[in-house]
């Protein structure tokens, strides 16, 4: 393959939204011409310290783009799709990749497709710390075109996972079930045992049938996630939340994860300290802690 057909290949990207998630894609990915926008000034600031072309406004930034990565926050990304539909070119793809319930998927897609550009489900399936090596999972009648289009963009691991918009979702969502819930058990569990005294002892016990990772390290790792991420995470929980309602399953033990990840995440820690039994006595020591939910 020519320099010139590489060149043809490599998909003209613009990035919405400019968390965790954008930033660290666009630094490691350093996509040539790429462009940005966000809502938020110091983040339009922050693109253009990460190499990012801003526009006057969105829909110069969207004019010409092939491949536009939605990364904005749960709550706004139906809104996103919504607002920036009429402004993005014919035959565009716009890749979801919010953490969003199935349903919210569905009626951003409805949005994108009105005006004949291609919507495609990602799910992110892991902290995007990795960078472009991040497991991507795609779904919607477009998905095997989405999976060339993120691999030219320089994504290691990318896998379609059906033609029905919702379905990446869904696989995250209910994955995080289960990692979020356990973050959420661990706070409760080692916020209670430190109070009553007994933490080293439940956490030996809880060693004896676990010998993976020790559950002092495993406590400190999930609380760590919570206090520096517990606002994104909550956001995520509320969809899994709202999709579980939707499917008519009963929602009550992540309605309670939403609960602790929004108030650890609140209480503005995002520089936690390093061990474990410090991170409890800040949480306890933050007048905005009140220990229930």
Known sequence: MSAQDSETKMPKVALIGFGEAGETFARAAKWEGAKGWDILPERRVAM?????????????VLAT????????????????AREYAPYLPQEAMWLDMNSVAPQTKAMAAEAIEAVNVRYVDVAIMAPVDVGLSVPLLVAGN????????????????????????????AIKLCRSIMVKGVEALTAEMVL????????????????ASMKEQSWAERADYNLDRMLKHGGRRAAEMYEAAEMLRAMGTSAAMSDQTVAWHAQLGGLDMTEPP?????KLDAIRATPDFKGEN
């Open 48 to 60: 253009t310290k990460s190499g990012l072309t801003l526009g006057e406004d969105c829909g110069e």
């Open 65 to 80: 783009a092939d491949v536009i990565l939605s990364l904005v926050t749960a709550d706004q990304a139906l809104d996103a």
């Open 142 to 169: 477009k998905a095997d075109d989405a999976v060339e289009k993120l691999t030219a963009l320089g994504f290691t691991d990318v896998r379609a996972v059906g033609s029905t918009v919702g379905r990446a979702s």
């Open 192 to 207: 209670a045992s430190s109070q009553a005294g007994v933490l080293d002892e439940v956490l030996s016990s809880l060693d």
């Open 274 to 278: 390093e061990t474990l039994s410090a």
